[in-house]
Structures are given as structure tokens and as C-alpha cells.
């Protein structure tokens, strides 16, 4: 079969498993259950874990989880014109910048004209306990700013300091979208709570897929400073 004729028929498998009643709660339980436990789990494991169609369970890995090499995939595909949201928000400390990162902002980016990205200040960083080191807020701030820089974003966003885990998100009626990545995602309950009793609108949240290494293991920036994993999901040799 020609690559035209395996894109439609996995489009129309898509669209159809989409439309199944149970698709989005399967998805949901998928991405916040089974995968923090499995994360290489298989379609063929899943359809039998739950008792689904194999062309479902496909769906929704495909949705929920990335490898390294496809994130960077992504990143080379040209950019949707058209946004749904003005203004799209993000956060985290970025000590080190990996695929993971790249997903959450590449999927702010096609879905926002413009991001606030809060970046952990030193203050905020001694509080969370972090297992691994953390460079200065101005060297973080610096890195930050060259990888935007290289993705044609910099001027499209703009960069607030966090002193805690919210920053603008709870009181900023223009930021519309929230965008996390799976283990954060409990922050945007917090945040949306927050936005509520100050009378604020709910912002909409996109959570991004678990983006994995190239051993099914999450990418994290623990791991990289390791040496376990470069930033863009390889694996290292022990004498690296």
C-alpha cells in the first residue's frame, strides 16, 4: 500500500475510534493511570488490559505518548496560520531543555499567538525540593531565551519570573489557555480552582503526550543530568 493510502486509512481509523463513547475517558485513564506505571506499554497490552479494540488502544498511545525522534518530527513541520487562543501560558524551572520541553512549548506555540512562559525563580526553586541540581534563574533565563531564539519564538512570547508554583495564571484574565505536561497537570486543577473564587474564567488546559526516551522511559532532566539520556531522548553509553 502506498504511504498516501496508510495515511488515509490511519486517518479514518482515527476519526472513527474518536467517536466512540468511551474514547475520551479511555484516553484519560490511560494517560493518568497506566502509563505513569507502564510507560512502554504496547497496543497489543493495553487492548487487553482494558478490553478494547487494538485500533483504539493505537489511538490512544499515539496521543498520548511521543519518542524523542518524533517530538524533533514535529518540530520541523511548518506551523499552523490559523490559532485558536490569543494568549497560551507554561511553567517550569528549565535547568536543562529537553524534547519534553520542546513539546509543551511547540504545542502552546501552534496553539496560541502568544505565550507567557513563568520560569521558576531561585526563591521558588529551593522550595520544591528538586533532586538535582539548579543553575541561577539569569543562566536558566539565558538558555531559555536561545532556545526560543532557534524555534522562531521569542518574539511571540514573553517570560515572567515565578516566585510561586501560579505566577500570572491565577489572576490574568487574558491568558486563555493552560498547556502541562502529564506529571504536571494536577497544577492546572489548582490554578483553574484559583481563577474560579476570584471570579476569573476557567482556563482551557491541553495536557501534552509523556514524551519518552529511546528506552520507554520518560525523559526528565534527573535522568539527563545523570547521564542516562541526552536531552533529546538517547541513550548514553556508561562511559559517556
Known amino acids: 500500500m502506498s504511504r498516501v493510502g496508510k495515511t488515509l486509512d490511519w486517518g479514518i481509523l482515527v476519526e472513527t475510534v474518536k467517536a466512540l463513547p468511551l474514547y475520551h475517558a479511555h484516553k484519560a485513564f490511560v494517560r493518568d493511570r497506566i502509563l505513569p506505571e507502564n510507560p512502554s506499554i504496547s497496543p497489543e497490552e493495553l487492548s487487553l488490559k482494558l478490553s478494547i479494540p487494538l485500533g483504539e488502544a493505537m489511538v490512544i498511545l499515539s496521543e498520548v505518548r511521543m519518542t524523542g525522534e518524533e517530538v ?4 520541523s513541520k511548518a506551523e499552523e496560520p490559523t ?3 490569543l494568549l497560551a501560558a507554561i511553567g517550569g524551572t528549565f535547568e536543562v531543555i529537553h ?4 513539546m509543551l512549548m ?6 496560541a499567538e ?3 512562559i ?8 529551593a522550595k520544591l525540593g528538586k533532586s ?3 543553575r541561577m534563574y539569569h543562566e536558566r533565563e539565558e538558555s531559555l531565551k536561545k532556545i526560543l531564539a532557534q524555534h522562531g519564538w521569542l518574539g511571540r512570547c514573553r517570560i515572567v519570573r515565578l516566585e510561586d508554583p501560579y505566577g500570572p495564571t491565577v489572576e490574568d484574565p487574558s491568558i486563555e489557555l493552560l498547556v502541562v505536561s502529564p506529571t504536571t497537570q494536577q497544577r492546572a486543577f489548582e490554578i483553574n480552582s484559583r481563577r474560579v473564587e476570584r471570579m476569573l474564567k476557567p482556563l ?11 528506552d520507554g522511559q520518560p525523559v526528565s532532566t534527573s535522568r539527563i543530568l545523570r547521564g542516562e539520556i541526552d536531552a533529546e531522548g538517547r541513550i548514553l553509553s556508561r562511559d559517556h
Open 114 to 116: 502568544n505565550v507567557v
Open 118 to 125: 513563568g520560569l521558576a525563580g531561585d526563591e521558588l526553586v
Open 99 to 102: 524534547v519534553g520541553h520542546l
Open 83 to 85: 490559532k485558536r487562543f
Open 204 to 214: 482551557k488546559v491541553i495536557v501534552t503526550p509523556l514524551v519518552l526516551a529511546a
Open 106 to 111: 511547540l504545542t502552546a506555540f501552534r496553539n
Open 132 to 134: 538535582h541540581r539548579v
Open 72 to 75: 524533533l518530527e514535529e518540530l
